[in-house]
């Protein structure tokens, strides 16, 4: 997973940084809160942020406003590392958007802590977004089955909604996840295939 890690100071960065890339983690870092911003409101942005609370440029908690503008940001997690550990702080801290808070000096092991379980809380929304995704899938087909199909009497194709007619089984295959084995039914055994068949053994005794 890909963390970011904005701070001015270059020891902590640098500290910060080492660990997580011991423990397998994908960093990006920045040295101030513009620089910040810009990479999480990036395509292509970290799911986990590590925010110092002062700095220049952008501070922490006004960032995490400006990121829970953003569309999907309940699928970022943000940490603020802060030397506040008041309760009022934290509290401000939280309803700026922040989902947890670290405070200096910290533990490393703390540290390690708060941020697996916000990469678990990354990969909880993730697996939600794509259930909901296939969720809407499977009801848009729902949706589009409950309406009226014209058929043709005769020959059995479905018209579209561009006015062109499709053998039915394209037609659902285009338009479902249903998949067609064919076969041939008894009554259609006896009306088609057996006379064929009849007709097939005659010419062969003669």
């Known amino acids: 997973m ?21 423990w397998d983690y994908d960093v990006v870092t920045a ?11 990036d395509e292509d942005a970290p799911r986990l942020a590590i925010l110092d609370w002062m700095m220049p440029g952008l501070d922490g908690p006004t960032i995490c406003r400006k990121v829970r503008e953003l569309p999907g940001s309940e699928m970022t997690c943000l940490i ?4 506040k550990g008041h309760k009022t702080d934290i509290v401000e801290g939280l309803e700026a958007g922040a989902n947890d808070y ?6 490393h092991q703390e540290l390690g802590v708060r941020i697996r379980i916000g990469s678990e809380m990354v990969a909880l929304h993730e697996k939600l977004a794509e ?7 499977a009801m848009g087909h729902i949706r589009m089955l409950q309406g009226i199909l014209p ?17 039915l089984e394209t037609y659902f295959s285009k338009h479902s996840d249903v998949q067609f084995s064919h076969g041939i ?14 007709e097939i053994k005659g010419a062969l005794k003669t």
């Open 80 to 83: 603020l590392l802060t030397i």
């Open 185 to 198: 039914c008894p009554k259609c055994y006896e009306k088609h295939v057996k006379p064929e068949v009849e």
């Open 102 to 107: 670290v405070t200096k000096p910290f533990d």
């Open 151 to 167: 058929i043709c009497s005769y020959c059995k194709k479905v018209r579209t909604d561009q006015n062109y007619w499709q053998q």
């Open 131 to 137: 259930r909901v995704k296939s969720l809407e899938e």
């Open 2 to 22: 890909k963390v970011l890690i904005a701070d001015d100071d270059l020891l902590t960065r640098r500290m910060i940084e080492k660990l997580l890339t011991s």
């Open 31 to 41: 040295k101030d809160g513009d620089e910040a911003w810009e990479i999480l409101r």
